[in-house]
């Protein structure tokens, strides 16, 4: 009886963590999705001073999910 419900708190688990993942892609996709719409904004208004700061906001976006996959790898190890 236990092992079964074992496996019920599992199968939660993975599907929980399959939902988080996939949440996490929508919203990094529409940060990184408005990102670029505002880089190409103000390259078309000529607002060149501020594309290095957009790139820049990019790349955190992106080292952030990097180390949040990095964390869940790492964390996921231990269990």
Known sequence: MSRGLGDVYKRQ????????????????GKILGVILI????????????YISLIALTALTVFISQCIGIIKYKVEKEKN
Do not use: I, Q, S, Y
Not at 14 to 28: D, S
């Open 38 to 49: 505002a880089a190409g904004c103000c390259t078309t208004l000529g607002m060149k001073k």
């Open 13 to 28: 688990n993975h599907e929980l963590e399959r939902e988080e993942k996939e949440h996490c892609r929508k919203v990094t």
